[in-house]
């Protein structure tokens, strides 16, 4: 059974960083997407920052030179986030699908198979 499990969030100032971590447990497929979305109340999840099986990594524009994701042997991933801003709030979810190759720009409102629970982030002014 996958699991996925952020840690990491809280809050912070504006400018400040952040770092999220997700535990991901059971993934037993060779292809992957994983990935980070945020979402904000009113709005749809969004992704932020994805790494594919390969290496390849995709970053969304809005967070582009200030976000940064990676992975670690065990598969588990990492947002760093940097010069933080308010517009950054909201809950932050890992995912992870076996199928979907995210290593282009189109992925950011695709459905994925398996969810964490999510993390808040808070960024003050």
């Known amino acids: 059974q996958v699991k996925l499990m952020e840690s990491g969030g809280g809050s912070a100032q504006a400018g400040g960083s952040l770092r999220l971590s997700c535990v991901v447990t059971g993934y037993y497929y060779s292809t992957y997407c994983m990935a980070w979305f945020r979402q904000v109340a009113g709005a749809r999840r969004e992704g932020i920052a994805s790494i594919v099986q390969t290496g390849a990594i995709s970053i969304n524009p809005s967070v582009k030179g200030r976000f940064a994701i990676s992975q670690d042997n065990a598969k588990n991933i990492y947002l760093e986030m940097n010069n933080l801003k308010p517009e950054d709030s909201g809950m932050y979810y890992c995912?992870?699908?076996?199928?979907?190759?995210?290593?282009?720009?189109?992925?950011?409102?695709?459905?994925?198979?398996?969810w964490g629970q999510g993390t808040q982030v808070t960024v003050g002014s």
């Open positions: 995912a992870a699908d076996p199928e979907k190759d995210c290593s282009g720009g189109y992925w950011f409102f695709w459905p994925f198979d398996y």
